[in-house]
């Protein structure tokens, strides 16, 4: 795994010329990392979201666009649907990731990972932590907010002023589900605080408003298959990176996660099956889905009644990568590639 990939994405993005709005852009146009697609039945829209750094939007505070489509070929954007407010726990400046944009209970939820790299976490001890730059990576304050709207073009308000998950935890990518009427929000807890990364959840409050209980561990990124032995077998600590949950029922029941990680080096889209078909789980590790330095994918439905799957590729310099996909009733599988 390159040393470092987390702090390059807060460089990159802040980086990015101020962008006008542009219309009929293809997926190669624009820069596209951690993608998020929500298919808006009441207009027929596809709203395509991702971070936008602080120069991007023209000002101080990183925040959050949208493109635009009606076929999920040609898109008009980039929109502003948001900015860091001041007063967070989070610096405006160090970047948005990951965004997402649910439905739910009839409002609009951005989830958002933010960051305050000034706040220190605990730590163990500073020789088991990651290397970068020849120094320890030492944990800060990083993890996904919750905001609402009634629009999924925003205004985007704040729920509190905390992550979701407990913010002495170092983590991010929060997506939300929903079981029994229980919203959660699963998230990646990083492998800079606890070198293993695992996929976590925790229960909220039915507005969203806060956790209401206790996070638990779904799993660890080492149980992947795939996982190098020679990686295994290395003289110094092996750093394991979980990244981008995306939780998908099938149309037999069957409760998997699309999850991204590392293998030889290159980013990877993975699938996991949880033995139970309930979110604790026990869950079981799949094979690689994407390769080629692809990953933090999701899952959704087109309007006309087709399985997507839409991710990013390469990891630096990223793109959007979309593929029709076929639910099988056991897995998910590649029918083909839409947009290279």
């Given amino acids: 795994m390159p040393n470092g990939w987390w702090a390059a994405l807060l460089l990159v993005a802040p980086l990015l010329a101020q962008t006008p709005v542009k219309t009929g852009l293809t ?8 993608p998020f697609i929500l298919a808006h039945k009441a207009t027929q829209t596809y709203y395509l979201y991702c971070g936008a750094g602080a120069r991007q939007l023209g000002g101080q505070r990183a925040g959050v666009v949208t493109y635009k489509s009606k076929d999920m070929l040609h898109w008009d954007g980039p929109f502003k649907v948001f900015e860091v407010p001041d007063g967070l726990w989070a610096d405006p400046a160090e970047g948005v990731w990951a965004p997402e944009v649910h439905l739910y209970k009839g409002k609009y939820y951005l989830m958002a990972t933010l960051h305050n790299s000034k706040k220190l976490l605990p730590y163990a001890d500073e020789e088991k932590l990651p290397i970068y730059n020849g120094k320890p990576a ?19 308000a704040p729920l509190g002023n905390s992550p979701a ?10 997506t939300l ?7 959660y929000m699963v998230y990646a807890h990083e492998w800079i605080q606890v070198l293993d990364g695992t996929m976590e959840a925790v229960p909220l409050k039915k507005d969203l408003s806060a956790q209401a209980g206790a996070p638990f561990l779904l799993f660890q990124a080492s149980e992947a298959p795939w996982v190098s032995e020679q990686a295994k077998k290395a003289e110094k600590p092996r750093n394991y990176v ?3 949950p995306c939780l998908y029922k099938t149309k037999k ?3 998997l996660m699309l999850w991204s990680s590392y293998r030889d080096g290159l980013y990877v889209e993975t699938v996991a099956y949880s033995t139970s078909g309930k979110l604790r789980g026990p869950w079981k590790q799949g094979e690689v889905l994407v390769g080629n330095d692809s990953g933090h994918g999701m899952l959704f439905e087109s309007f006309d ?15 959007g990568k979309l593929f029709e996909m076929e639910d099988t009733g056991a897995t998910v599988r590649i029918v083909k590639q839409i947009v290279r």
Avoid: C, N, W
Avoid at 145 to 156: K, L, R, T, Y
Avoid at 165 to 174: F, H, I, K, S, V
């Fill in 27 to 34: 997926f190669g146009e624009f820069y596209l990392h951690d």
């Fill in 138 to 156: 030492k944990p800060h304050l990083r993890g996904t907010q919750i905001f609402v709207a009634d629009s999924p073009e925003g205004p985007f």
């Fill in 165 to 174: 998950p407990p913010a002495e935890l170092m983590t991010l990518d929060g």
């Fill in 177 to 183: 589900y929903v079981e029994g009427g229980v919203p």
């Fill in 242 to 244: 979980t990244d981008g």
């Fill in 253 to 255: 029941g069957k409760l």
């Fill in 305 to 319: 009644g087709k399985l997507m799957l839409v991710l990013h590729q390469p990891f630096r310099q990223a793109r």
